[in-house]
T-cell receptor
Framework: DQQVKQNSPSLSVQEGRISILNCDYT??????FLWYKKYPAEGPTFLISISSIKDKNEDGRFTVFLNKSAKHLSLHIVPSQPGDSAVYFC???????????FGTGTRLKVLA | DAEITQSPRHKITETGRQVTLACHQT?????MFWYRQDLGHGLRLIHY???????NKGEVSDGYSVSRSNTEDLPLTLESAASSQTSVYFC????????????FGQGTRLTVV
């Protein structure tokens, strides 16, 4: 049973426009959510996170929104740049543990 | 700088052989994790450890084992390699606290023939 879901395997966006990546979760005990970015042949790198006590967290061009009632989070990238082309994973943690459950990833392609 | 390193980066092995993938971190993190990445499945948790002598099974632990004899290392062993274990393996570590991120190694690409 997939507790963290990314239903869009891929997304293409024009350079300078907004990229919106979505993530849904099923476990209401999750209380911390993260986004990771992964380039080919590299390990995932941490991008941004949000605690369940917040509904928005912003870091430069990246903003994560959390809708707890819908069990949904999204990552907004504005403006999108070609260097943002990568696979993005959302992850969740909680249930009184420190482990991270990841989604299946969304491949973002930013077109120049 | 503190870091987390995996070795080897690439490995080809035969079905039935025992294989050990190394993971070493200099962050002094208590928590360490092993994930595998497969197309369509994302990153799936194999095993994790919250400290020395502590190990726990993740969602896809069958055929794998880990041991934690010190803070820095969490080797992953495939007891008898199978073709279904061909994958890219990532090790990660994090502090023993909630609301913190994990840091990943560069990955090991394992091919079982």
């Amino acid at each position: 049973d997939q507790q963290v879901k990314q239903n869009s395997p891929s997304l293409s966006v024009q350079e300078g426009r907004i990229s919106i990546l979505n993530c849904d979760y099923t476990n209401s005990m999750f209380d911390y959510f993260l986004w990771y970015k992964k380039y080919p042949a590299e390990g995932p790198t941490f991008l941004i996170s949000i605690s369940s006590i917040k509904d928005k967290n912003e870091d430069g061009r990246f903003t994560v929104f959390l809708n707890k009632s819908a069990k949904h989070l999204s990552l907004h990238i504005v403006p999108s740049q070609p260097g943002d082309s990568a696979v993005y994973f959302c992850a969740a943690s909680g249930e009184g543990t420190y482990k991270y459950i990841f989604g299946t990833g969304t491949r973002l392609k930013v077109l120049a | 700088d503190a870091e987390i390193t995996q070795s080897p980066r690439h490995k080809i092995t035969e079905t039935g052989r025992q294989v050990t993938l190394a993971c070493h971190q200099t962050w002094n993190h208590n928590n360490m994790f092993w994930y595998r990445q497969d197309l369509g499945h994302g990153l799936r948790l194999i095993h994790y450890s919250y400290g020395v002598q502590d190990t726990n099974k993740g969602e896809v632990s069958d055929g794998y084992s880990v041991s934690r004899s010190n803070t820095e290392d969490l080797p992953l062993t495939l007891e008898s390699a199978a073709s279904s274990q061909t994958s890219v393996y990532f090790c990660a570590s994090s502090e023993r606290s909630t609301n913190t991120e994990a840091f990943f190694g560069q990955g090991t690409r394992l091919t079982v023939v």
